[in-house]
């Protein structure tokens, strides 16, 4: 009896050892983690597919407790936000080397769970400081301190309220189209390392044709310096300058992932339109042309993502998803402009989420111009709930089970018009998609001077669901049989716990677009369709049927 007793309490020790080493370290199928289904890549959040509502924090505000206390509740109940992008900066949780303080991330971890949001930590270390990434010394360091916070994520988040990181913010040198420091002139005279050479001699028929170009004019010599294989200048300068950043941030990610292995990206600084040259902006970082640099040196990055300030964020986004990279937009527009954008990117290039910068600023919501006005000092707050953005996101909210759905099936698309780009052919399913911003029925050819988005989804045969703003939609038939399409069936109303719910059926003057009936059908077309408006009409289902 005592040889069983004593056997077993190793056993016992064993036993608890194992369950609470389980309970500390969630099953990788658990976790927070990006998944291919069908034809997208989504975040898989507790077992499902997760649409990111995002919105990023300024900076520093997470550190003022009391701040966001008003905060929280603004995003979540007015903004219509699932999730919060929130810094957390080296210093706030190392204080003193070696010492650690997690009491403020413990406290956004339990506010985010209090008010039922996701957060994304945005990882402030060695950049923006101008620290150099040939020291080892402080990569090491900086990737013990990343992966206390993950491996304190890990430990205290139970709901799995974190769900992605951002590691770093928008990296590269300014002032200089490379580090020319001792240790970075000597690494720059030495030989390209071979794996990079290896890599890219491997993915030759895969590279970007930016990046290809300038391999390719200096030779695509497979050894040499860095000179001789990219050739003298700025351009090989700034490939020297992302191999380096990529493989410093791939060490502290990799260090964070052995802890706590979910979702990690980098941002990126984007080209201006006066940009002459690297060190304009930050060279080396990870703009869409130097994205295979980043995939060589950092392959423990899930995602290369931009933050789009720029008008052109339609060209950006597709640039961004090339060569399958997923889409996320960390920072972008919170206005009228941001409520296109995220339409955009959700519906035509299936991001798993979109994210304003700023948001605990409610003048970051409101937009100028013609789709709104920045009121003056003396003006009351504004309804954050009746903003653009968040009417959008309260729309994009409802439709998230669809969406994601049909991102996955490929029956999605979406447009994004405005003045200078007024209207844009969508093939999708059966039909072809005629969008347009809206215009009188008599006058037609008059544009007007608004922002007009909207996303579509092919639900079933001759059937679609659409929502937006500031659009009118005719249909084309995209196969053989009768030429005109008209609608059979128009509803408009919302989702309530995932159900459709009609809110009002159209007909007649509701769906009457043009009144030169002679002309529409001439063009092939019916001179009815859909008027999307929000929040009234923004979101629609139709039933079409096809005649001659």
């Known amino acids: 009896m005592f040889n ?169 040198v300014l002032g200089d189209s490379r580090d020319r420091s001792p240790a970075a002139n000597e690494a720059f005279a030495k030989p390209v390392p071979k794996e990079l050479l290896d890599y890219l001699a491997k993915h030759k028929l895969e590279l970007l044709p930016e990046f290809k170009q300038v391999w390719d004019a200096a030779g695509a010599r497979t050894s040499g310096t860095w000179e001789e294989v990219f050739g003298e200048g700025a351009k090989a300068d700034e490939i020297f300058m992302g191999w380096n950043y990529a493989r410093y941030i791939n ?13 990690m990206f980098v941002n990126a600084w984007i080209v201006q339109p006066e940009d002459k ?18 995939r060589a040196g950092a392959p423990q990055i899930d995602l290369l993502c931009p933050d789009i300030y720029l008008p052109d964020f339609t060209g950006i986004v597709a640039r961004y998803g090339r060569s399958g990279n997923p889409i996320f937009v960390p920072e972008s527009a919170g206005d009228t402009r941001g409520a296109a954008n995220a339409f955009y990117a959700i519906g035509q290039h299936r991001a798993i989420g979109y994210s304003p910068f700023g948001i605990d600023n ?47 099936k490929g029956t999605i698309a979406a447009a994004s018009l405005n003045r200078q780009n007024p209207d844009r052919q969508v093939k999708l399913g059966d039909y072809i998609l005629n969008v347009g911003l809206p215009r009188n029925r008599r006058t037609p050819a008059v544009v ?55 809110t009002r059926y159209l007909a007649g003057d509701d769906s009457v677009l043009r009144y030169d009936i002679a002309t529409v059908a001439d063009m092939g077309q019916s001179g009815s369709g859909v008027r999307l408006s929000a929040p009234d009409r923004g979101i629609q289902r139709v039933k079409l049927y096809r005649y001659r």
């Open 4 to 172: 069983v007793r004593f056997l077993a309490c190793p056993l016992l020790l064993c036993s608890l050892a194992l369950v609470a080493r389980a309970q500390s370290k969630p099953a990788v199928g658990a976790i927070p983690h990006l998944e291919r289904r069908g034809q997208a890549t989504q975040l898989i959040v507790d077992g499902k597919p997760f649409l990111v509502l995002g919105g990023e924090l300024s900076n520093t505000v997470s550190s003022d407790t009391e701040r966001m206390k008003v905060v929280w509740p603004m995003l979540a109940n007015k903004v219509h936000m699932n999730t919060v992008l929130t810094g957390i900066s080296w210093d706030w949780i190392e204080p003193e080397e070696g010492k650690y303080d997690f009491r403020l991330v413990d406290q956004l971890i339990e506010s985010a769970r209090q008010n039922n949001v996701r957060t994304v930590w945005i990882w402030f270390a060695s950049w923006k400081n101008g620290l150099s990434t040939l020291s080892q010394n402080n990569m090491q360091a900086d990737a013990r301190a990343f992966a206390a916070l993950m491996r304190h994520t890990r430990e205290v988040d139970r709901s799995h309220r974190v769900i992605m990181v951002q590691v770093q913010n928008e990296v590269g």
């Open 251 to 263: 060490a502290v990610t990799e260090a964070g992932k052995k802890e706590y292995a979910i979702p």
């Open 277 to 294: 040259g690297p060190g304009d902006y930050p060279s080396g970082g990870p703009q869409d042309h130097m994205h295979d640099i980043w």
């Open 362 to 408: 409610v003048a970051r919501l409101m937009g100028f111009g013609p789709d709104g006005a920045q009121p003056a000092g003396s003006q009351p707050p504004p309804d954050v709930e009746a903003l653009p953005f968040s009417v959008a996101y309260k729309t994009l909210a409802q439709l998230a089970p669809s969406i994601l759905e049909h991102q996955s």
């Open 448 to 502: 007007p001077d608004v922002t007009g988005y909207g996303i579509f989804m092919a639900t079933g045969p001759d059937e679609y669901l659409l929502a937006g703003n500031n659009l009118q939609i005719t249909f084309t038939p995209n196969t053989s049989g009768p030429p005109i399409a008209g609608i059979a069936r128009q509803e408009n109303g919302h989702f309530e716990n995932g159900k459709w719910v009609v």
